[in-house]
Nanobody, 120 residues
Framework: QVQLAESGGGLVQPGGSLRLSCAASGSIFSLHVMVWYRQAPGKQRELVAALRSGGSTNYADSVKGRITISRDSAKNTVYLQMNSLKPEDTAVYYC??????????????WGQGTQVTVSS
């Protein structure tokens, strides 16, 4: 069983920065993807950034150039560095681990979410 715990959310002014952390405990498979999603009030959950076990990344167009996903494998922790934050970045941010047991077979695990509010 895997557990994910996000932290680092809070209130920040427009233009500010935050770093979110997602600490994983349990078994992380050699083939996996760590993903950050966010969900704003009244909107669908959307992918923000993904980091594959091989090191490749992808980002939502709305955050490219402002947000970076990275990991510390020794700590089993994935980070989301968010700079130049905008009010539209306000949302609950969730991390998800996709553990692949085969090419098209995976187990998904979600964290509880952390609130990010960008407001003056």
């Amino acid at each position: 069983q895997v557990q994910l715990a996000e932290s680092g959310g809070g209130l920040v002014q427009p233009g500010g920065s935050l770093r979110l952390s997602c600490a994983a405990s349990g078994s992380i498979f050699s083939l996996h993807v760590m993903v950050w999603y966010r969900q704003a009030p009244g909107k669908q959950r959307e992918l923000v950034a993904a980091l594959r076990s091989g090191g490749s990344t992808n980002y939502a167009d709305s955050v490219k150039g402002r947000i970076t996903i990275s990991r510390d494998s020794a700590k089993n922790t994935v980070y989301l560095q968010m700079n130049s934050l905008k009010p539209e970045d306000t949302a609950v941010y969730y991390c998800k681990l996709e553990n692949y047991v085969g090419i098209n077979i995976k187990h998904d695990y979600w964290g509880q979410g952390t609130q990010v509010t960008v407001s003056s």
